[in-house]
Protein backbone atom coordinates (compact mmCIF):
# COMPACT_ATOMS: atom_id res chain seq x y z
CA UNK A 1 0.00 0.00 0.00
CA UNK A 2 1.17 3.54 -1.07
CA UNK A 3 1.14 6.11 1.46
CA UNK A 4 1.46 9.38 -0.81
CA UNK A 5 -1.78 10.87 -0.02
CA UNK A 6 -0.97 10.91 3.59
CA UNK A 7 2.51 12.41 3.18
CA UNK A 8 0.98 15.51 0.44
CA UNK A 9 -2.22 16.20 3.09
CA UNK A 10 0.00 16.53 6.16
CA UNK A 11 2.59 18.60 3.79
CA UNK A 12 -0.49 21.04 3.06
CA UNK A 13 -2.51 21.25 6.53
CA UNK A 14 -1.84 24.24 8.61
CA UNK A 15 -4.38 22.71 11.34
CA UNK A 16 -3.68 19.16 12.45
CA UNK A 17 -5.56 17.56 14.91
CA UNK A 18 -4.69 13.85 16.46
CA UNK A 19 -7.53 12.58 18.38
CA UNK A 20 -8.19 8.88 19.69
CA UNK A 21 -11.12 6.77 21.01
CA UNK A 22 -12.74 8.20 24.16
CA UNK A 23 -10.99 7.07 27.58
CA UNK A 24 -8.15 6.06 25.24
CA UNK A 25 -5.54 3.11 26.17
CA UNK A 26 -1.94 2.47 25.66
CA UNK A 27 -2.14 1.54 22.14
CA UNK A 28 -4.11 5.00 21.24
CA UNK A 29 -1.77 7.03 23.31
CA UNK A 30 1.11 5.28 22.55
CA UNK A 31 -0.02 5.86 18.37
CA UNK A 32 -0.82 9.31 19.41
CA UNK A 33 2.34 10.44 21.05
CA UNK A 34 4.25 8.31 18.11
CA UNK A 35 2.42 10.78 15.03
CA UNK A 36 2.75 13.96 17.03
CA UNK A 37 6.35 13.28 17.52
CA UNK A 38 6.98 12.04 13.89
CA UNK A 39 4.88 14.83 12.41
CA UNK A 40 6.96 17.35 13.77
CA UNK A 41 10.42 15.36 13.42
CA UNK A 42 9.20 14.97 9.54
CA UNK A 43 7.53 18.56 8.59
CA UNK A 44 7.95 20.15 11.49
CA UNK A 45 4.46 21.25 12.07
CA UNK A 46 3.00 21.02 15.47
CA UNK A 47 -0.29 19.42 16.15
CA UNK A 48 -2.95 19.65 18.49
CA UNK A 49 -3.86 16.22 20.70
CA UNK A 50 -7.02 15.95 21.85
CA UNK A 51 -7.47 13.34 25.08
CA UNK A 52 -11.53 12.33 25.26
CA UNK A 53 -12.17 11.06 28.71
CA UNK A 54 -9.35 10.29 31.18
CA UNK A 55 -5.63 10.12 30.84
CA UNK A 56 -4.35 6.73 32.96
CA UNK A 57 -1.60 7.36 35.45
CA UNK A 58 0.68 4.76 33.86
CA UNK A 59 1.01 6.06 30.00
CA UNK A 60 1.74 10.08 31.49
CA UNK A 61 5.44 9.41 30.82
CA UNK A 62 4.72 9.29 26.75
CA UNK A 63 6.78 11.75 24.96
CA UNK A 64 4.76 14.64 24.46
CA UNK A 65 1.60 13.62 25.84
CA UNK A 66 1.71 16.39 28.42
CA UNK A 67 0.80 18.63 25.24
CA UNK A 68 -2.58 16.91 25.21
CA UNK A 69 -5.58 19.24 25.67
CA UNK A 70 -9.01 17.37 26.85
CA UNK A 71 -11.37 20.48 26.49
CA UNK A 72 -12.12 21.80 22.83
CA UNK A 73 -14.14 24.36 21.19
CA UNK A 74 -16.47 23.13 18.94
CA UNK A 75 -16.33 25.81 16.67
CA UNK A 76 -12.59 25.02 15.51
CA UNK A 77 -12.46 23.99 11.98
CA UNK A 78 -9.01 22.06 11.31
CA UNK A 79 -7.82 21.70 7.90
CA UNK A 80 -6.42 18.01 8.86
CA UNK A 81 -8.51 15.53 11.59
CA UNK A 82 -6.35 12.27 12.16
CA UNK A 83 -8.22 9.65 14.47
CA UNK A 84 -6.04 6.69 15.63
CA UNK A 85 -7.64 3.50 16.94
CA UNK A 86 -10.86 4.39 16.73
CA UNK A 87 -13.01 1.31 15.14
CA UNK A 88 -16.41 3.84 14.50
CA UNK A 89 -16.84 7.42 14.88
CA UNK A 90 -19.06 7.14 17.93
CA UNK A 91 -15.95 6.40 20.05
CA UNK A 92 -15.68 10.04 19.56
CA UNK A 93 -18.08 10.89 21.72
CA UNK A 94 -18.85 14.49 21.66
CA UNK A 95 -15.59 15.45 19.73
CA UNK A 96 -17.34 13.82 16.60
CA UNK A 97 -18.18 17.01 15.73
CA UNK A 98 -14.19 18.33 14.82
CA UNK A 99 -14.21 15.35 12.68
CA UNK A 100 -17.39 16.53 11.34
CA UNK A 101 -16.04 19.87 10.47
CA UNK A 102 -12.81 18.93 9.66
CA UNK A 103 -11.64 20.04 5.73
CA UNK A 104 -10.18 16.55 5.38
CA UNK A 105 -9.78 13.29 7.39
CA UNK A 106 -7.81 10.71 7.95
CA UNK A 107 -8.51 7.41 9.85
CA UNK A 108 -5.64 5.03 11.10
CA UNK A 109 -7.07 1.71 12.40
CA UNK A 110 -6.87 -2.13 12.96
CA UNK A 111 -10.12 -3.12 14.10
CA UNK A 112 -12.13 -5.33 11.72
CA UNK A 113 -14.99 -3.46 12.14
CA UNK A 114 -13.96 -0.55 11.18
CA UNK A 115 -15.57 1.01 8.33
CA UNK A 116 -13.38 3.36 6.80
CA UNK A 117 -14.97 6.76 7.41
CA UNK A 118 -12.63 8.90 6.79
CA UNK A 119 -11.68 10.65 3.15
CA UNK A 120 -8.54 8.28 3.37
CA UNK A 121 -8.28 4.74 5.64
CA UNK A 122 -5.54 3.12 6.86
CA UNK A 123 -7.09 0.01 8.01
CA UNK A 124 -5.56 -3.17 8.52
CA UNK A 125 -7.26 -5.79 10.27
CA UNK A 126 -4.26 -8.56 10.36
CA UNK A 127 -2.14 -5.99 12.41
CA UNK A 128 -2.01 -5.76 16.37
CA UNK A 129 -2.51 -2.87 17.16
CA UNK A 130 -2.70 0.99 15.40
CA UNK A 131 1.13 1.12 16.94
CA UNK A 132 1.76 -1.54 14.11
CA UNK A 133 0.09 -0.09 11.69
CA UNK A 134 1.81 3.41 12.21
CA UNK A 135 4.98 2.15 12.05
CA UNK A 136 4.50 -0.20 8.28
CA UNK A 137 3.42 3.77 7.12
CA UNK A 138 6.83 5.05 8.42
CA UNK A 139 8.55 2.48 6.78
CA UNK A 140 6.80 2.70 3.67
CA UNK A 141 7.17 7.03 3.50
CA UNK A 142 11.03 6.45 4.75
CA UNK A 143 9.83 8.49 7.64
CA UNK A 144 12.29 9.13 10.26
CA UNK A 145 11.49 7.60 13.54
CA UNK A 146 12.99 9.33 16.59
CA UNK A 147 13.38 7.54 19.92
CA UNK A 148 10.88 9.61 21.09
CA UNK A 149 8.62 8.04 18.13
CA UNK A 150 9.57 5.20 19.05
CA UNK A 151 8.84 4.77 22.49
CA UNK A 152 4.95 5.31 21.86
CA UNK A 153 5.22 3.12 18.84
CA UNK A 154 6.62 0.16 21.30
CA UNK A 155 3.93 0.91 23.93
CA UNK A 156 1.36 0.54 21.61
CA UNK A 157 2.19 -2.71 20.42
CA UNK A 158 3.46 -3.61 23.71
CA UNK A 159 -0.25 -2.67 25.84
CA UNK A 160 -2.00 -3.93 22.06
CA UNK A 161 -0.17 -7.55 22.87
CA UNK A 162 -1.10 -7.89 25.87
CA UNK A 163 3.16 -7.45 26.53
CA UNK A 164 3.04 -9.94 23.82
CA UNK A 165 0.60 -13.06 25.48
CA UNK A 166 -2.48 -12.79 23.24
CA UNK A 167 -3.69 -14.34 19.76
CA UNK A 168 -2.65 -10.88 17.82
CA UNK A 169 1.10 -11.64 18.25
CA UNK A 170 2.51 -12.36 14.62
CA UNK A 171 5.99 -12.35 13.47
CA UNK A 172 5.39 -8.68 12.35
CA UNK A 173 4.98 -8.15 15.59
CA UNK A 174 8.21 -9.30 16.81
CA UNK A 175 9.81 -7.73 13.84
CA UNK A 176 8.28 -4.08 14.46
CA UNK A 177 9.42 -4.69 18.23
CA UNK A 178 13.06 -5.67 17.16
CA UNK A 179 13.44 -2.48 14.72
CA UNK A 180 12.11 -0.61 17.64
CA UNK A 181 14.59 -1.93 20.09
CA UNK A 182 17.71 -1.16 17.45
CA UNK A 183 16.49 2.90 17.39
CA UNK A 184 17.14 2.33 21.28
CA UNK A 185 13.77 1.29 23.35
CA UNK A 186 14.23 0.10 26.44
CA UNK A 187 11.87 -3.00 26.52
CA UNK A 188 12.16 -2.95 30.68
CA UNK A 189 11.69 0.37 31.29
CA UNK A 190 8.83 0.51 28.92
CA UNK A 191 7.44 -2.44 30.98
CA UNK A 192 7.62 -1.50 34.04
CA UNK A 193 5.71 2.25 33.31
CA UNK A 194 2.66 0.19 31.74
CA UNK A 195 2.31 -3.09 34.09
CA UNK A 196 4.43 -1.82 37.65
CA UNK A 197 3.16 1.26 38.31
CA UNK A 198 -0.60 0.61 39.95
CA UNK A 199 -1.53 2.06 43.25
CA UNK A 200 -2.61 0.15 46.44
CA UNK A 201 -6.18 0.96 45.68
CA UNK A 202 -6.02 -0.30 42.06
CA UNK A 203 -4.74 -4.19 43.10
CA UNK A 204 -7.36 -3.81 45.85
CA UNK A 205 -10.09 -2.83 43.63
CA UNK A 206 -9.11 -5.07 41.00
CA UNK A 207 -9.41 -7.99 43.85
CA UNK A 208 -13.18 -6.38 45.01
CA UNK A 209 -14.08 -7.21 41.40
CA UNK A 210 -12.48 -10.55 40.98
CA UNK A 211 -14.18 -11.64 43.99
CA UNK A 212 -17.69 -10.99 43.11
CA UNK A 213 -17.66 -12.80 39.88
CA UNK A 214 -20.09 -14.84 38.68
CA UNK A 215 -20.21 -17.87 36.77
CA UNK A 216 -22.18 -19.06 34.61
CA UNK A 217 -22.22 -22.17 31.43
CA UNK A 218 -20.23 -24.86 33.36
CA UNK A 219 -17.89 -21.98 34.26
CA UNK A 220 -17.76 -21.26 30.71
CA UNK A 221 -18.93 -18.02 30.83
CA UNK A 222 -16.99 -15.64 33.54
CA UNK A 223 -18.10 -12.06 34.39
CA UNK A 224 -18.24 -9.26 37.12
CA UNK A 225 -20.07 -5.59 37.81
CA UNK A 226 -18.59 -2.39 38.02
CA UNK A 227 -20.70 0.19 39.62
CA UNK A 228 -19.87 4.20 40.56
CA UNK A 229 -20.14 3.19 43.73
CA UNK A 230 -17.50 0.35 43.78
CA UNK A 231 -15.10 3.04 41.98
CA UNK A 232 -15.61 5.78 44.98
CA UNK A 233 -15.22 3.35 47.39
CA UNK A 234 -11.64 2.65 46.22
CA UNK A 235 -11.52 6.40 45.24
CA UNK A 236 -10.59 4.95 41.82
CA UNK A 237 -10.17 6.30 38.19
CA UNK A 238 -11.67 5.38 34.53
CA UNK A 239 -8.34 2.55 34.05
CA UNK A 240 -9.26 1.01 37.29
CA UNK A 241 -11.02 -1.53 35.26
CA UNK A 242 -8.39 -1.93 32.73
CA UNK A 243 -6.89 -5.80 32.78
CA UNK A 244 -9.97 -7.41 34.72
CA UNK A 245 -12.03 -9.17 31.87
CA UNK A 246 -8.15 -10.39 30.95
CA UNK A 247 -7.93 -11.98 34.55
CA UNK A 248 -11.39 -13.58 34.40
CA UNK A 249 -10.28 -15.17 30.10
CA UNK A 250 -7.34 -16.44 31.94
CA UNK A 251 -9.48 -19.04 34.10
CA UNK A 252 -8.81 -22.45 32.58
CA UNK A 253 -12.64 -23.20 32.00
CA UNK A 254 -13.50 -19.96 30.64
CA UNK A 255 -14.14 -19.53 27.15
CA UNK A 256 -16.06 -16.16 27.58
CA UNK A 257 -15.70 -12.95 29.94
CA UNK A 258 -17.30 -9.82 30.34
CA UNK A 259 -17.60 -6.65 32.58
CA UNK A 260 -20.31 -4.77 33.05
CA UNK A 261 -19.62 -1.31 33.96
CA UNK A 262 -22.05 1.32 35.19
CA UNK A 263 -21.96 4.36 32.85
CA UNK A 264 -24.89 5.64 34.37
CA UNK A 265 -28.44 4.34 35.81
CA UNK A 266 -29.55 3.32 32.14
CA UNK A 267 -26.59 2.67 30.24
CA UNK A 268 -23.92 -0.12 31.12
CA UNK A 269 -20.55 -0.26 28.92
CA UNK A 270 -20.06 -4.16 28.59
CA UNK A 271 -15.71 -5.08 27.73
CA UNK A 272 -15.61 -8.63 26.32
CA UNK A 273 -13.26 -11.32 25.69
CA UNK A 274 -12.68 -14.61 24.35
CA UNK A 275 -10.16 -17.76 23.74
CA UNK A 276 -12.39 -18.97 20.83
CA UNK A 277 -15.87 -17.37 20.39
CA UNK A 278 -16.28 -14.31 17.87
CA UNK A 279 -16.97 -11.83 20.81
CA UNK A 280 -17.15 -9.22 18.39
CA UNK A 281 -19.82 -10.74 16.71
CA UNK A 282 -21.87 -10.69 19.97
CA UNK A 283 -21.50 -7.26 20.62
CA UNK A 284 -22.29 -6.33 17.40
CA UNK A 285 -26.07 -7.03 18.18
CA UNK A 286 -25.63 -3.93 20.19
CA UNK A 287 -23.71 -1.63 17.77
CA UNK A 288 -20.81 -2.41 19.44
CA UNK A 289 -17.94 -4.04 17.93
CA UNK A 290 -13.86 -4.92 17.96
CA UNK A 291 -11.89 -8.01 17.42
CA UNK A 292 -13.02 -11.56 17.33
CA UNK A 293 -11.19 -12.04 20.60
CA UNK A 294 -11.75 -8.73 22.22
CA UNK A 295 -14.54 -6.36 21.36
CA UNK A 296 -16.78 -4.02 23.28
CA UNK A 297 -20.18 -2.63 23.18
CA UNK A 298 -22.51 -0.01 25.38
CA UNK A 299 -26.36 -1.20 26.48
CA UNK A 300 -28.80 1.38 27.25
CA UNK A 301 -30.16 -0.51 29.75
CA UNK A 302 -29.22 -0.61 34.16
CA UNK A 303 -26.31 -3.25 34.04
CA UNK A 304 -28.90 -6.01 35.57
CA UNK A 305 -30.66 -5.96 32.98
CA UNK A 306 -27.67 -5.80 30.30
CA UNK A 307 -25.96 -8.77 31.74
CA UNK A 308 -29.09 -11.01 30.75
CA UNK A 309 -29.33 -8.93 27.51
CA UNK A 310 -25.58 -10.27 26.66
CA UNK A 311 -26.06 -13.50 28.36
CA UNK A 312 -29.26 -14.33 25.80
CA UNK A 313 -27.49 -13.54 23.19
CA UNK A 314 -24.26 -15.67 23.95
CA UNK A 315 -26.51 -18.62 24.52
CA UNK A 316 -28.38 -17.96 21.00
CA UNK A 317 -24.81 -17.00 19.35
CA UNK A 318 -23.57 -20.78 20.74
CA UNK A 319 -26.61 -22.31 19.40
CA UNK A 320 -26.83 -20.82 16.02
Not at 205 to 219: L, R, S, T
Not at 230 to 235: R, V
Not at 271 to 295: L, N, P, Q, Y
Not at 313 to 319: R, V
Amino acid sequence: MKFNQLEELIKKSKKILIMSHINPDGDALGSTSSLFTTIYDNFKKKSDILIIGHLPNCYKFLPSISKAEFKFNDSMVYDLVITLDVASLDRLSNAKILFDKALKTINIDHHKTNNGFGDINVVSPDASSTGEVLLGIYNEQNWEISLDSAVGLYTAILTDTGGFRYENTSENVFKSAAQLVKIGINPNELYKNCYERKSKDFVMFQNYCINKAVFVNNNQVAYSTVYKKDIEKFHGEEDYTEGLVEILRAIDTTDIAFLAKEIDSKTTKISMRSKKSDVAAICAEFGGGGHTFAAGCTIKSNVEVSIKKILKTIEEKSNG
